[in-house]
């Protein structure tokens, strides 16, 4: 497998615009989650989904975000309209239910988009 | 508030040396503990679970304990590798969060030959 799949890998883009990450988590994977990385919050939950649904949004930072997962194979996180303190590397992650207790599946992680806002 | 807190500063050790990372929490009852490893420019990559009754987990240099009395779990790389140069990073989650999971801020090693 080809592991997690994140596009672009880098944008830059001015404030203002509309941005929208994209991510194909791994074929079979039931949970996609959108984490948020910077120097100064550290690496920060923003949602996640189960079986395309999504389950806990808490992490958004406001409505300026917004994802979306219309299948099982592709997800969205769009910033409308983005600012400059939006700038931070954005990784998709999945996991695949063991069975196991929840908060015990191991995340797999993509390579990020490194988003810059100017 | 919840705080999970690990060594932001770097930690230097020479190689073959063990290397020891903390990971300490407040106002938090994990249920279970995971370490990851992240190279700059990449996501990170799992390496170890700990539970919270169980003491000690290893897998091959790799040893993890976890107290939740002290409320702190120690990483430990033994015999340690330029290879091992990283940042670690751990991440708790809660019985009643689901599949959340909530990272440290991360201590990155480095391994000098």
């Known amino acids: 497998d080809a592991g997690v799949i994140q596009s672009p890998r880098h944008e830059v883009t001015e404030m203002g615009q509309e941005v929208t990450l994209r991510c194909k988590p791994i074929?079979?994977?039931?949970?996609l989650f959108w984490y948020r990385q910077t120097m100064m919050r550290g690496l920060e939950l923003l949602i996640y989904f189960n079986n395309n649904v999504p389950i806990d949004d808490s992490g958004m930072p406001e409505d300026r975000f917004s994802a979306k997962m219309p299948n099982a194979s592709f997800s969205t996180l769009k910033i409308q309209p983005s600012e400059p303190r939006d700038s931070a590397v954005y990784f998709c992650a999945s996991s695949f239910s063991s069975g196991g207790p929840m908060g015990t599946d191991t995340q797999y992680f993509g390579p990020g988009t490194r988003l810059t806002v100017l | 508030s919840q705080k999970i807190e690990q060594n932001s500063e770097a930690l230097n050790i020479q190689e073959g040396k063990t290397a020891t990372l903390t990971c300490n929490y407040t106002n938090y009852s994990p249920a279970y503990l995971q370490w990851y490893r992240q190279d700059p420019g990449r996501g990170p990559v799992f390496l170890l679970l700990i539970r919270e009754n169980e003491k000690e987990k290893r897998k091959e240099r790799l040893k993890v304990t976890f107290d939740t009395t002290l409320k702190q779990s120690l990483f430990h790389i033994t015999a340690s590798q330029p290879a091992d140069s990283a940042t670690y990073l751990c991440a708790l989650s809660r019985r009643a969060a689901g599949n959340k999971l909530t990272f440290g801020g991360g201590t990155r090693v480095l391994v000098k030959p």
């Open positions: 074929s079979g994977h039931d949970y």
